[in-house]
T-cell receptor, first 111, second 119 residues
Framework: AQRVTQPEKLLSVFKGAPVELKCNYS??????LFWYVQYSRQRLQLLLR??SRESIKGFTADLNKGETSFHLKKPFAQEEDSAMYYCALTRRPNNFNKFYFGSGTKLNVKP | GAVVSQHPSRVICKSGTSVKIECRSLDFQATTMFWYRQFPKQSLMLMAT?????????EQGVEKDKFLINHASLTLSTLTVTSAHPEDSSFYIC???????????????FGPGTRLTVL
């Protein structure tokens, strides 16, 4: 069975500190991993996906198949990064396949 | 971009009535839409997968007769909460995916959500 685990419900850091939001997954096939972000009073939006290998808003995430992890990292957190972050998994190829979301981590960046 | 709208954004109804929530993809065709339920300070719980022109696939534990889903066109899916009860009060979110094979078809685009309160 597929599962996405985000062990931290809340992560508080000071502005300028490094951030790592953890995500572990279990899946028997070939997964595609995503990070979604939900700012206060806004809808969920895609932050990044592992196949793009890109950096968005300073965030990066590397898929580690050996550790089955897809941790989200940013070297210097900003106050505007405060939000809920959800890790999600789907199957590749994933026509019509559903997404599985982790329970989310609330990131609080303090001034 | 890819915009998904939901209507209404907020609805209050009496117990026993039915409520319909619409999910529209405004600038793209969505073969597949998903309906989620989000409880306060919790994650999204997938309720069902809605495929255009076919029956929805419900997740385990979700009553299909309680939550009726219709995906009549490539831009519209509706969720009807029938005989609503206070425990159905929640935040319902839809998402849509582009038609497979098109650019960005692996990504889900989310609606803003609908707050349902059943008195």
């Amino acid at each position: 069975a597929q599962r996405v685990t985000q062990p931290e419900k809340l992560l508080s850091v000071f502005k300028g500190a490094p951030v790592e939001l953890k995500c572990n997954y279990s899946y028997s096939g070939s997964p595609e991993l995503f990070w979604y972000v939900q700012y206060s009073r806004q809808r969920l939006q895609l932050l990044l996906r592992h196949i793009s290998r890109e950096s968005i808003k300073g965030f990066t995430a590397d898929l580690n198949k050996g550790e089955t992890s897809f941790h989200l990292k940013k070297p210097f957190a900003q106050e505007e990064d405060s939000a809920m972050y959800y890790c999600a998994l789907t199957r590749r190829p994933n026509n019509f396949n559903k997404f599985y979301f982790g329970s989310g981590t609330k990131l609080n960046v303090k001034p | 971009g890819a915009v998904v709208s939901q209507h209404p954004s907020r609805v209050i109804c009496k117990s026993g009535t039915s409520v319909k929530i619409e999910c529209r993809s405004l600038d793209f065709q969505a073969t597949t839409m998903f309906w989620y339920r989000q409880f306060p300070k919790q994650s999204l719980m997938l309720m069902a997968t809605s495929n255009e022109g076919s029956k929805a696939t419900y997740e385990q534990g979700v009553e299909k007769d309680k939550f009726l889903i219709n995906h009549a066109s490539l831009t519209l899916s509706t969720l009807t909460v029938t005989s609503a009860h206070p425990e159905d009060s929640s935040f319902y979110i839809c998402s849509a995916r582009r038609t497979p094979g098109t650019s960005g078809s692996n990504e889900q685009f989310f609606g803003p959500g609908t707050r349902l309160t059943v008195l």
